[in-house]
């Protein structure tokens, strides 16, 4: 049986297929066709987040999607873009918030903001969820937000190594929770995604060397793995 990640993963991509025809086709028969692909997508994005107490109706979905068709290419449907920080003090801990909305802990992230650098946002979001001001120093993962488990929608993340330069700890009152350093053999939970990142961040912060962290290709696409 398909588990959850992967239904939910299959009903956005079949979303997102019909969306971006629906913003390219002049053609009613295609329109029809697609407007159906769309009420097939939202069933199975439906099963995949029943009993989710967030989770949205059928119809509902269809409505929200077609409400947000554009035309051409700024109707082309994408992954959201995220940014993400990993950033390490001299004593080789972590920083690491809290979230408001779910209560799980993850280092610093927001969504990319128009107008910026990814680099730029990253420092952006650190101070505004933390207090803490940090210099961007490299890419070290590229992540999908489906396959990590940190979403529910089609996204990517950028994550960034960071280093701390100023500045002093100071949760955001809207965003975050709880905001603090943690050692890695003293990390707090829940913790989002840290099966996948964890390994890399460790490395990272203990100075090994590392290459940018990114999701394998499933084989095949469809029906592979999703770890």
Sequence with gaps: MPTTKQLLRWGEALAGIARTGLGFTESLYERER?????????????????????????????????????????????????????VGNDSGEL??????????????TGWA???????????????????????????????????????????????????????ALRAHPLECADVGWFPLDDLPEPLAGIDRWGPQVTAVLRGEPVDVLYDPV??????????
Excluded: H
């Design 113 to 167: 903001d128009v107008g910026y650098s990814a680099a730029e946002v990253v420092a952006k979001e650190v101070e505004e969820e933390t207090g803490i001001e940090v210099e961007v120093e490299r890419l070290i993962a590229v992540l999908d937000g489906f396959r990590v488990g940190m979403s529910r929608i089609p996204m990517y993340s950028l994550v960034f190594q960071c280093r701390p330069i100023g500045g």
């Design 34 to 86: 697609y407007e159906e692909v769309l009420r097939v997508a939202a069933d199975i994005r439906a099963a995949a987040e029943e009993g989710l107490t967030d989770g949205q109706d059928a119809a509902g979905l269809v409505e929200e999607w077609l409400s947000s068709v554009g035309r051409g290419v700024p109707g082309y449907v994408t992954p959201k873009v995220a940014v993400g920080a990993i």
């Design 218 to 227: 499933r084989r095949p696409v469809w029906r592979g793995n999703d770890g």
């Design 95 to 108: 920083l690491l918030v809290r979230r408001a909305d779910s209560g799980v802990w993850l280092y610093p």
